[in-house]
């Protein structure tokens, strides 16, 4: 049996995983290759943007994990979703602690944020569902 999330709505969870922007500043790479705290603009506080945690799933973008088959039966199921404001949450797997040491220039995970990766065939799946504007 597939516990992947239906295609249709689902109720409001209230701590879902997000993909958060990886262009903030807070954390980055030094010159050794680990995560540094790089002290950038209120440690957090006074950013362009926050992910909201009271919104809810509004509609999933591309192809199921199992439609893809880019999972068993089990729970892990990588998926892109809208959130009913208008961001995306991205669920895969957090592969923060092995990338995150060799990210390009310019490139940072803040100290709140995960760097997450999902089969490329996902988001090729998601395109059709993601507007031009």
């Known amino acids: 049996m597939n516990t992947c999330p239906p295609t249709e ?13 990886l262009l903030d500043t807070g954390v980055d790479r ?9 002290g950038g603009e209120g440690g957090g506080m006074g950013r362009p ?8 799933f509004s509609r999933r973008l591309g192809k199921s994990a199992l439609e893809l088959r880019a999972t ?15 961001d995306i949450a991205v669920i895969g797997r957090d592969l923060t602690d ?26 090729i799946a998601a395109k059709a569902d993601i507007p031009d504007v």
Not at 30 to 38: C, D, I, K, Q
Not at 49 to 56: L, Y
Not at 101 to 123: A, C, F, H, Y
């Open 30 to 38: 030094s010159a050794t290759g680990r995560l540094t705290h790089s």
């Open 98 to 123: 092995s990338l995150g040491t060799r990210l390009p220039d310019g490139v940072s995970v803040g100290t709140d944020e995960r760097l997450v990766v999902i089969p490329r065939r996902m988001l």
């Open 9 to 21: 709505r689902l109720p409001h969870t209230p701590h879902p995983i997000r993909l958060n922007s």
């Open 72 to 86: 068993s039966t089990g729970p892990e199921c990588p998926d892109i979703w809208e959130l009913e404001n208008g």
């Open 49 to 56: 943007w926050e992910a909201d945690p009271d919104t809810g």
